[in-house]
Structure formats: structure tokens, C-alpha cells
């Protein structure tokens, strides 16, 4: 999905919310009267929601309304839907929804601090435009324009760059790292470094897909987190985790590329060593994963390319680097219960947070 859409909230954007209660004779009216579903039917426009409305129209974006039903007031739902019939037509896509956070769009037009702040927390780069209002004049945050009617021209000019934002593209590099190595992280930057994605994300797996015993997800993760210290482009993520996933690269992707927080906003591809490449027939879906997944495909050091060269056609890609060192985690647990030498196998914070912390204290 890489279509730019425009959510819209209702209530307090499109809707006239604050002058409907106004209105109202007295308290006890409303409360009577938003029990009806003519008083939601009925609500007037709001004229700063509809410039939004209109200019994302002439844009080419595609509109859709979200809005958050009163849970008890079901009549409330059939008023919205007979307002935006008469006021937007009956092909208006409308969903109602009490999280707005699970919907992907370019950019949101809502006037409530609290939803806006819940959708951004998933859109790292999204653009929030925010009808003014006494109830959001001291609300500020760098990704939310407050449109008074004074300052159209900053939003199209924000709108429009918005539809323009191209997808982030993220590298997923999977594995035990038990520990990780500079293996693995050579082979990050030299990702980064020849321009194929914008970040790598470093994938921890939940569990070994054999069985095979792992130091816990935690210490693994904490490890990788040090490794990657300081470097923006690199991050470690606990998605395997927190999905609980199982260890198959195709089960992640599938997975991850379904997530609100990545459609339209996020292109994965998945980045292996030129070993595992040459293997890839004993993996698990193995022809789905090459038909429907792009992988990153880096040569390492020593490293013979087969005769199956299925990654040199597209969508993968392959990166020869002699930089990238020979080298394995089984390797380095070896090293570390004989007492064996780890310069230039592991990095440094690495192993400052092994002996710290007495990581394989029980293989040493």
C-alpha cells in the first residue's frame, strides 16, 4: 500500500462539535438531544476542516474518514454515517474506530491532542494537520501544523510535500547473535554505506528455529543495542519478541510488512551473508521467500559464489565487500571458554558488557 491517504477525524474537524453543544437550551437538553441521531445527523460544518478536506481532494489524495463512536449512544453512529451522505456523498469511505493509531495514512486532520499523539507514536514521519480550537491552543509538536485559517499556504506547501516523502527503506538482519559480532556489523554498514537502504534493524529471533539453546532474548538484544550504540542508522528491534514469533524468515516478513506502523511508510528487505545464500533451498518456504521477498545478498571475505545465483535477479541485490571479516559467533564462544583472543571479532562495547555483566560466565 504506497497510495497517499488522508485520514480525517469528525468531530471538531469536519463536524461544527463545538457550536452543536453551544447550541444546545440547556445541559440537559444536549444530553437528551445527542441521544437522538437527528442531533448528529444535523451538525453544521466546520469551515476549517473543509479547507483541509477540499485542498487533499485537489492534491490527489484519497480521502477517508475516521471517527470514534460514543460507546453509548449507538444512534450517535447512524447520525455520522447520514451526515456524511448528505455532506460528503455515500461513497465516502468511513470507519469507526476507537484507535486511530492502527490506520496508516500520509497525513492525519484531526483536532485531539491525545489521537494525534497516539497515531505519531506509529508514524515516525507523518504530518498532522490540527483544526484550531480552545481546546488544542497550547498543544505544539514538530510533525503538527495548527491550521487557523490564516496559514493555508503552510499547509498545501506541507501537504504537498508529505504526498512526495518517499518510503524508508530497512534492511532486517536477522539472527541469534549469541553474541553479535563485527561480522555482522561490517555487514550493516557496508549496507548503509553502498546506499541500498536507509537503516538496518538489527532482528534478534525469539527462538532458535531448531531448538538450539540461546542465551535469553534480553541479554542478546542488550547486546546488539551496545554494539550499535551511537550509530543512528542501525537500530535494534524486538518485534520476533514481542510478536512471538517463531524464527522463520518468512513467517517476520509476512508479518512485519502487514504492521500499521510500516504500511506505506516502510519497504523491507531481508539481508543475509553469501553462506547462507547458498543454502537458502534448506530454508523453510524457501521459494516464497525468493519470489516474494528482496533480499540483500553481501559477500564476504573468502567467500565463493555457486552456480544458483538467484540473487543477482531482481528484486535482490548483491554486495561483494572484502572488508566484512570470517567470522562466527560458535567461533567466538569457543575463544571466550578457552580463553582465547576476541580483538577484532568482537566490538568493543560488546565485550566490555560480556565481562561486565558475565555473559557465558558458564562457557568460560
Not at 484531526?110 to 514521519?125: E, F, G, H, N, Q
Not at 559480532?181 to 534478534?204: R, S, T
Request: aromatic share 10%; net charge neutral.
Amino acid at each position: 500500500m504506497t497510495e497517499s491517504i488522508a485520514l480525517f477525524d469528525m468531530d471538531g474537524t469536519l463536524c461544527d462539535y463545538e457550536s452543536a453543544q453551544r447550541n444546545a437550551k440547556s445541559k440537559r437538553n444536549l444530553v437528551k438531544d445527542m441521544k437522538t441521531v437527528e442531533w448528529w445527523a444535523n451538525m453544521p460544518r466546520f469551515q476549517l476542516g473543509f479547507d483541509v478536506w477540499d485542498l487533499a481532494g485537489k492534491l490527489g489524495y484519497r480521502r477517508m474518514l475516521l471517527t470514534k463512536g460514543p460507546r453509548r449512544i449507538p444512534n450517535a453512529w447512524t447520525g455520522k454515517k447520514l451526515w456524511v451522505d448528505m455532506q460528503l456523498g455515500r461513497e465516502t469511505d468511513l470507519t469507526i474506530t476507537h484507535d486511530k493509531s492502527l490506520f496508516y495514512g500520509r497525513i492525519l486532520v484531526d483536532d485531539w491532542p491525545s489521537y494525534i499523539r497516539s497515531w505519531l507514536k506509529y508514524r515516525p514521519r507523518g504530518l498532522v494537520i490540527m483544526p484550531a480550537n480552545n481546546a488544542n491552543k497550547n498543544f505544539t509538536h514538530p510533525q503538527v501544523i495548527r491550521y487557523d485559517g490564516t496559514n493555508f499556504e503552510e499547509v498545501k506547501q506541507a501537504m504537498k510535500k508529505a504526498m512526495k516523502k518517499s518510503l524508508i527503506r530497512v534492511g532486517i538482519l536477522g539472527g541469534a547473535f549469541d553474541p553479535p559480532h563485527l561480522g555482522h556489523l561490517k555487514m550493516a554498514e557496508a549496507v548503509i554505506d553502498h546506499g541500498l537502504v536507509d537503516e538496518v534493524w538489527f532482528m534478534p529471533c525469539n527462538r532458535h528455529m531448531f531448538g538450539k539453546s540461546l542465551q535469553s532474548f534480553d541479554i542478546r538484544a542488550e547486546l546488539c543495542r551496545s554494539m550499535v550504540e551511537n550509530r543512528p542508522n542501525l537500530k535494534v528491534s524486538d518485534y520476533e519478541k514481542v510478536r512471538n514469533l517463531s524464527g522463520s524468515t518468512w513467517e517476520l516478513m509476512t508479518s512485519i510488512n502487514e504492521e500499521p506502523f510500516a504500511m506505506g511508510i516502510m519497504e523491507f528487505s531481508y539481508i543475509i551473508g553469501l553462506d547462507n545464500a547458498i543454502e537458502i533451498r534448506s530454508w523453510k518456504n524457501h521459494a516464497k521467500l525468493i519470489e516474494n521477498v528482496p533480499f540483500i545478498v553481501v559477500g564476504r571475505k573468502g567467500a565463493h559464489e555457486p552456480t544458483y545465483q538467484w540473487y543477482r535477479q531482481e528484486p535482490h541485490q548483491y554486495l561483494k565487500d572484502k572488508t566484512i571479516p570470517q567470522v562466527s559467533s560458535t567461533q567466538i564462544r569457543g575463544l571466550l571458554r578457552e580463553g582465547g583472543e576476541t580483538e577484532g571479532l568482537l566490538d568493543e562495547n560488546v565485550l566490555m558488557t560480556i565481562l561486565l555483566d558475565h555473559i557465558y560466565q558458564e562457557d568460560i
